[in-house]
């Protein structure tokens, strides 16, 4: 993996919480939630089913609105609605458990298209830069396939040269590997991890402990809605401090 740029600078925070506390009905999903994500740094966050780390993906976005707390993105606190959100968005890359690419689409067009009509980038210059996202990524020769007739993760990474086709200043991965077969999960930490050792500032749900200690800069482990700790990778997986910590690893090492 090719050394990440460093920057002589301290990382300003591209992604700040302040005090995040989200419910659904009576559950308490995010319980005061306060974390920085630093620009070029990248976050995974892993924990148990239901702890909460998919819901504090989805906010950084505001797929998920928050009841109380503060969420800025760049400095900028997060729009609730209207042209500010979608500039947001446009800002914002996001990549699902399930690929959300449009069926009728050619690979090419679904990464194409939203730089056509948000960006108002002209077609040849979209089709241009979408041919080298998927060259990126490793599927030139898809492009002119529909999803369809590609694999989970040719999909998946058809899903990523999207997201990075809006130039994005941070991007999110909920989950992005669980609903692949196990052969494809390697193709697509790949990506993943490629693009850490880039410098995009990148946060990562997932069970993947392998690709968290291999691209993450921090670790930050989540349950029953709080962050319990953070650390670096090494002493996460080596030295956990919590006894939820490190009955998790147990549980997940064990597999």
Known sequence: MSEKPQNDA?????????AVDKHYGELHVLRDISLDIAEREVVVVVGPSGSGKSTLCRTINRLETIDSG???????PLPVEGAALARLRSEVGMVFQSFNLFAHLSIL???????????????????????????????????????AQLSGGQQQRA?????LAMHPKVMLFDEPTSALDPEMVGEVLEVMTSLAAEGMTM??????????????????????????????????????????AKAFLASILAH
């Open 70 to 76: 503060e969420i800025l993105l760049d400095g900028e």
């Open 10 to 18: 301290v990382a300003r925070a591209m992604v700040r919480l302040r």
């Open 159 to 163: 899903a990523i040269a999207r997201a």
């Open 203 to 244: 946060v990562v749900v997932t069970h993947e402990m392998g690709f968290a200690r291999r691209a993450a800069d921090r670790v930050v482990f989540m349950d029953a809605g709080q962050i319990v700790e953070e650390s670096t990778p090494s002493d996460f997986f080596d030295n956990p401090r919590s006894e939820r």
């Open 109 to 147: 067009e679904n990464v194409t298209l939203a730089p056509i009509n948000v960006l108002k980038m002209s077609k040849a210059d979209a089709r241009r830069e979408g041919l080298e996202l998927l060259a990126r990524v490793g599927i030139a020769d898809k492009a002119d396939r529909f999803p």
